[in-house]
Nanobody
Framework: QVQLVESGGGLVEPGGSLTLSCQAS????????MAWYRQAPGKEREHVAD???????KYNPSVEGRFTISRDNARPTIFLQMDSLKPECPAVYYC?????????WGQGTQVTVSS
């Protein structure tokens, strides 16, 4: 079982930057995708970005060009660099691990963009 712990959330002003981290207990064996999702109050959870075992990345069009997903190959940790943040409802950002061994979620970290 892969355990995921997110960190780095907080309050940031519009136009500011924030970097989220997701520390996994391990990278899954075999092919896998690590992803970030977010969920605002009253809304469905949505995909933000993901990175595959081979480093291929995909982004939600609403964040492309502003967010960057990356990973540390030396340790099982992925990051989400968020720039030019827009004012929006508070959202909880979740880390997800999808692999042949299972589908796992972290507990989430709160992000609020407000002046």
């Amino acid at each position: 079982q892969v355990q995921l712990v997110e960190s780095g959330g907080g309050l940031v002003e519009p136009g500011g930057s924030l970097t989220l981290s997701c520390q996994a207990s391990e990278y899954p064996s075999g092919y896998y995708v690590m992803a970030w999702y977010r969920q605002a109050p009253g809304k469905e959870r949505e995909h933000v970005a993901d990175i595959s075992k081979f480093g291929i990345t995909k982004y939600n069009p609403s964040v492309e060009g502003r967010f960057t997903i990356s990973r540390d190959n030396a340790r099982p940790t992925i990051f989400l660099q968020m720039d030019s943040l827009k004012p929006e409802c508070p959202a909880v950002y979740y880390c997800r691990s999808i692999g042949v061994t299972g589908d796992y979620w972290g507990q989430g970290t709160q992000v609020t963009v407000s002046s």
